[in-house]
C-alpha cells in the first residue's frame, strides 16, 4: 500500500519536490504507461487542493486523446492548437490560464472548471501528453504551480 501526506505547512516548491519523489516510488519499476498515468493521476488529485480534474491527455496520431484522469468525464479528444490542452500540446509549452472564459477557444468539458494549468511532457524533444489541472476556482494555480508540474513532467517523462 502507498501512503503519502505531505506536510500541510509545505511551500509549493517543497510539495512539488515531494510528490516528484511520491510519483518516482509509485511508477519505479512499472512498465505501463497507462498504469503509471493512474497512479499519477490519483496522486495529483490527493495532494493538489482545491482541482476539480487532474490527469493526462495522451497524444496519439496528431492529436491529444483522453488518459487516466480523476474528476468528472471530459472531452474524448482535442486537436492540436484548440483549447488549453491543445495549446499546451502543439507549443510545447505550460499554459497557466487564471480564467478559462477569457481563453480564446476554450472547451468546456467541465462547466465548474474555472482555472487551469496544462504542462506539456517532453520525451526527446517531442510531446508525448499533457498534464490538465483545473480548478474551479479563479487563479488558483500560479508560477510556483507551474514551475513545480514542469519540473513533475519531467521526472516521469521516462515512466509514462
Known amino acids: 500500500m502507498f501512503d503519502f501526506r505531505p506536510d500541510p ?30 497512479n499519477v493521476a490519483a496522486l495529483l488529485w490527493q495532494v493538489l ?4 480534474w487532474t490527469g493526462f491527455y495522451r497524444m496519439v496520431a496528431g492529436e491529444l486523446v483522453l488518459g487516466p484522469f480523476m474528476g468528472r468525464p471530459a472531452c474524448l479528444r482535442i486537436a492540436l492548437g484548440q483549447g488549453v490542452c491543445g495549446t499546451a500540446a502543439a507549443t510545447a509549452k505550460s499554459q497557466l490560464v ?16 474555472r482555472s ?38 519531467r521526472a516521469i517523462a521516462d515512466r509514462i
Open 49 to 52: 487542493p482545491d482541482c476539480n
Open 9 to 38: 505547512a509545505l511551500g509549493k516548491p517543497a510539495l512539488y519536490r515531494e510528490l516528484v519523489g511520491a510519483a518516482e516510488a509509485l511508477t519505479q519499476g512499472e512498465p505501463d504507461a497507462v498504469a503509471n498515468m493512474a
Open 116 to 153: 487551469e494549468l496544462v504542462v506539456p511532457v517532453l520525451r526527446d524533444g517531442q510531446v508525448i501528453a499533457v498534464i490538465d489541472c483545473d480548478s474551479p476556482h479563479l487563479a488558483r494555480f500560479d508560477a510556483e504551480d507551474q514551475a513545480g508540474l514542469e519540473e513533475f513532467a
Open 98 to 113: 487564471a480564467d478559462v472564459h477569457a481563453f480564446p477557444g476554450h472547451i468546456a468539458c467541465d462547466a465548474q472548471s
